[in-house]
């Protein structure tokens, strides 16, 4: 991917060769794993150096909103677990057939 006069130029691979395609902003790009380079873990240098750049804040630029809330109710609780003895199936079937109507 390359940036040339301020858009994206993408390269993918199609069959039977490349594809070269220019992308207006904004754009999301997928790529499948192994097609990404592998990231590399940082130096201690370069970690250590980091600690000491200032950390530019920008405020929050206002905006439309989009979505809006109507309502929220959280979920009901589940039904305490129910223990059954292992050498009695027949309260295990009779539980399957008559509650929750499964088999």
Not at 61 to 71: H, K, N, P, Q, R
Request: aromatic letters at 4%; hydrophobic letters at 40%.
């Amino acid at each position: 991917m390359k940036i040339e006069g301020g858009k994206p130029v993408i390269t993918r691979e199609i069959d039977g060769g490349k594809e070269t395609v220019t992308v207006p902003l904004p754009f999301v790009a997928v790529v499948q794993k192994g097609i990404a380079k592998e990231p590399r873990i940082a130096a201690m240098r370069g970690i250590m150096m980091a600690r000491t750049k200032p950390v530019k804040v920008f405020e929050p630029v206002a905006c439309d909103t989009l979505t809006e809330i109507i309502s929220y109710e959280k979920p009901s609780p589940r039904a305490a677990c129910r223990f059954i003895d292992p050498e009695n199936p027949k309260q295990l079937i009779e539980m399957l057939q008559n509650e929750a109507k499964i088999i």
